[in-house]
């Protein structure tokens, strides 16, 4: 257990629709991480919060894409006006003692048709 | 540009033999190096680090060496079984702003690794 809980697992969506995704991480540490993958790359850096500030946008969040943290415990992922190409799986990542270390959930498929 | 790379697709070993992971990176701000297991439809599972001030780090059947100068990374599994038979992701961690607290991991492409009894 990774300590990092993400809804839905898999969401299939039509093209043009918004869609939101969640993660709640165990509050033991302030930093939360979201990643994108998909076929044949590696995670891909999207945002990153310390507790409620988010503090870094990857050029790859389009003005489609918003994420929030109130409070500074779990986050959403928004995404606006989908299109084929968001098709992949959102990770989320928490922060832990170790400053290089994260811990990632099981992520979230998203599926636009 | 890719800053993290992994040129190998893909690996297949026999059961007990040594697994060979290799890692290459471009960027010498890369303070810790990160090696991530994955199966599919899950998140990526962290396996072992090593920081850029050590060449070698062990943890049990898994060894991570570093050199430096060559900015290449290996991840050794010895013995292999089959239950390591999995994508594994080389990531380098890199430190932004005041004081070293915020940072983002770098992800390779993977390796995907099958392990044959």
């Known amino acids: 257990d990774t300590g990092v809980s993400q809804d839905p697992r898999h969401k299939i969506t039509k093209r043009g629709q918004n869609v939101t995704f969640r993660c709640d991480p165990i509050?033991?540490?302030?930093?939360l991480y979201w990643y994108r993958q998909t076929l044949g790359q590696g995670p891909e850096f999207l945002t990153y919060f310390q507790n409620e500030a988010q503090l870094e946008k990857s050029r790859l969040l389009s003005d489609r894409f918003s994420a929030e943290r109130p409070k500074g415990s779990f986050s959403t992922l928004e995404i606006q006006r989908t299109e084929q190409g968001d098709s992949a799986m959102y990770l989320c990542?928490?922060?832990?003692?170790?400053?290089?270390?994260?811990?990632f959930g099981s992520g979230t498929q998203l599926s636009v048709l | 540009d890719q800053q993290v790379k992994q040129n190998s697709p893909s690996l297949s070993v026999q059961e007990g033999r040594i697994s060979i992971l290799n890692c290459d990176y471009t960027n010498s701000m890369f303070d810790y190096f990160l090696w991530y297991k994955k199966y599919p439809a899950e998140g990526p599972t962290f396996l072992i680090s090593?920081?850029?001030?050590?060449d070698k780090n062990e943890d049990g059947r898994f060894t991570v060496f570093l050199n430096k100068s060559a900015k290449h990374l290996s991840l050794h599994i010895v013995p292999s079984q089959p239950g390591d038979s999995a994508v594994y992701f080389c990531a380098a961690a890199s430190f932004y702003g005041g004081g070293g607290s915020n940072y983002k991991l770098t992800f390779g492409k993977g390796t995907l690794l099958t392990v044959n009894p």
């Open positions: 990542a928490r922060g832990t003692i170790e400053k290089e270390k994260l811990f």
């Open positions: 509050s033991e540490h302030n930093r």
């Open positions: 090593i920081s850029s001030i050590k």
